[in-house]
Structure formats: structure tokens, C-alpha cells
Nanobody, 115 residues
Framework: QVQLVESGGGSVQPGGSLRLSCAAS????????VGWYRQAPGDQRELVAT???????NYGDSVKGRFTISRDNAKNTVYLQMNSLKPEDTAVYYC?????????WGQGTQVTVSS
């Protein structure tokens, strides 16, 4: 049974940075589509950043140029470097992994950006 464990969330002032990590208990990252999504209160879950098995990346418009997604298949871990954080980035961030046969979600980690 696969578990995704997220870490790195917390509170930061506007303009600050955080780095999120998501580690899988199983060896599922190689060949998988992985990414980060977020959900603010009252909003639907939205795409933040994704990275394919070929390391092709995609970013939501609101985070493009500020966030960077990366992956380490050997460690079964995906990262999200978040720079120049804004209050509107405040949300619960979820790790996502799509394999050939299954979809997996982390339980989420809170990111709060406020002065």
C-alpha cells in the first residue's frame, strides 16, 4: 500500500520561500506523472505544478516563474520550491502521483503566507 508523506509546509511572510517535499513509501515515482495541487478554503483543488516521467514541467499561471517542481526517482520524492510567496498562495498543498494504474494523493500540508 502506497503512502505519500508531505513535509515542509508552514507559515512565512510575503516574499519568503518554502520547500515542500513528498516522499512515497513505495517505488512508484519512476515512470510516473507527479505533481502538486493546492486547495484554499471554499475553492476547488487547483494545479500548482506537474512533472512527467521525462521531466517535462507544467505550472499554474499564478505560480509560473516563482515555483519550481523537481523529482528524485531514486528517493521516490517530489519537491516544490516556492519563492516570492504571496498571501494568495495560502492553501493546503497536496502531492499527487499518477501511475499506470492508480492515482495517489497525499494528505496535504498547510502553507500560510501572511505578514
Amino acid at each position: 500500500q502506497v503512502q505519500l508523506v508531505e513535509s515542509g509546509g508552514g507559515s512565512v511572510q510575503p516574499g519568503g520561500s518554502l520547500r515542500l517535499s513528498c516522499a512515497a513509501s513505495g517505488s512508484i515515482f519512476r515512470g510516473s506523472f507527479v505533481g502538486w495541487y493546492r486547495q484554499a478554503p471554499g475553492d476547488q483543488r487547483e494545479l500548482v505544478a506537474t512533472i512527467t516521467s521525462y521531466s517535462s514541467t507544467n505550472y499554474g499561471d499564478s505560480v509560473k516563474g516563482r515555483f519550481t517542481i523537481s523529482r528524485d526517482n531514486a528517493k521516490n520524492t517530489v519537491y516544490l520550491q516556492m519563492n516570492s510567496l504571496k498571501p494568495e498562495d495560502t492553501a493546503v498543498y497536496y502531492c499527487y502521483v499518477r501511475t499506470w494504474g492508480n492515482n495517489y494523493w497525499g494528505q496535504g500540508t498547510q502553507v500560510t503566507v501572511s505578514s
